[in-house]
Nanobody
Framework: QVQLVESGGGLVQAGGSLRLSCQAS????????RGWYRQAPGKQRELVVT???????NYASSVKGRFTISRDNAKNTVYLQMNSLSPEDTAVYYC?????????????WGQGTQVTVSS
C-alpha cells in the first residue's frame, strides 16, 4: 500500500502562485509514476501533470508553461509549483501515485487539497 498526504492549498488572487506538496509513505519502492489531478465543481477529475521514475513529464495543455512538477526523492515528496493562477484553476487537487504490476495498474490517491483562485 501507498499513502499520500498533500499540503499547500489555499486561497490566492488571480496571477498569484501556490506550491502543493505530496509526501508518500508505505510501499514507495513500487511506484512507477507520480502526479497531480484536479476536479472542479461539476466536472470530472482531470490530469494536471505526471512524472515517471525516469523523469518524463506529461502536462495538461491548460497548465503547460505555468505549472511545474518536481520531486525530492530523499523526502519521497513531489511538488506542484503553480504560477499565473487564474479562476479556472480553482479545484480540489489530488496527488496520485501509480504502481504497475504486469498488466495491472494500481492508483493511489491523496485526500485532496482545495485551491481557490479569486478574480
Amino acid at each position: 500500500q501507498v499513502q499520500l498526504v498533500e499540503s499547500g492549498g489555499g486561497l490566492v488572487q488571480a496571477g498569484g502562485s501556490l506550491r502543493l506538496s505530496c509526501q508518500a509513505s508505505g510501499s514507495i519502492f513500487s511506484i512507477n509514476t507520480r502526479g497531480w489531478y484536479r476536479q472542479a465543481p461539476g466536472k470530472q477529475r482531470e490530469l494536471v501533470v505526471t512524472i515517471t521514475n525516469g523523469g518524463t513529464t506529461n502536462y495538461a495543455s491548460s497548465v503547460k508553461g505555468r505549472f511545474t512538477i518536481s520531486r525530492d526523492n530523499a523526502k519521497n515528496t513531489v511538488y506542484l509549483q503553480m504560477n499565473s493562477l487564474s479562476p479556472e484553476d480553482t479545484a480540489v487537487y489530488y496527488c496520485n501515485a501509480v504502481r504497475v504490476s504486469g498488466t495491472r495498474r494500481y492508483d493511489y490517491w491523496g485526500q485532496g487539497t482545495q485551491v481557490t483562485v479569486s478574480s
